[in-house]
């Protein structure tokens, strides 16, 4: 289903951005080193339909973040290490499975690479249209980043 899934993404738009900052104050942006590739876009209707690769090399983490849809992970290669504001890590993803993300500011959240291979995401976002990627905020008072 996710190659159907991205296969349907990619025949809309292929190109490639730099990911970009929102710079709300106090904000945790990604580490250094961290990317993105846009994919695909579409927009049916209300909703705009993202398709992105994110890199995120060893020890390096996403920032502190939440987004205003729901997000569905693939974990092409490494292992992504998800947080919730509560600092308890909720789940460790390896290549190969996938991760869903409601959204929300009730699901503020951060992905680390812990381990020493880059980690490769592929990420379908289905957002209110013209909503930013991810809407960054600051560390909820875990002691990393």
């Known amino acids: 289903m ?9 025949g809309a738009i292929v190109t490639t951005t730099t990911l970009t900052i929102s710079g709300t ?3 945790t942006p990604p ?6 590739k846009l994919i695909s876009q579409t927009t049916v209707g209300d909703t705009d339909y ?18 205003d849809g729901t ?15 509560d600092c308890a890590e909720d789940g460790v993803y390896p290549t ?7 959204g929300g500011p009730g699901d503020v959240h951060l992905g680390r690479n812990e381990g020493a ?3 490769v995401l592929d990420v379908l976002y289905v ?17 990393f980043q």
């Open 2 to 10: 996710r190659t159907a899934l991205r296969c349907a993404l990619v």
């Open 25 to 27: 104050a106090g904000a």
């Open 31 to 36: 580490g250094p080193g961290v990317t993105a």
């Open 50 to 67: 993202v398709l992105r690769e994110i890199t995120v090399p060893p020890g390096q983490a996403t920032g502190w973040h939440y987004h």
């Open 71 to 85: 997000v569905y992970g693939f974990v092409r290669q490494g292992t992504l290490s998800h947080y919730h504001s």
């Open 96 to 102: 190969g499975t996938t991760v869903r993300e409601p």
């Open 117 to 119: 291979t880059p980690l």
């Open 127 to 143: 957002l209110p249209h013209g909503a930013p990627y991810s809407e960054d905020v600051p560390n909820p008072g875990c002691p």
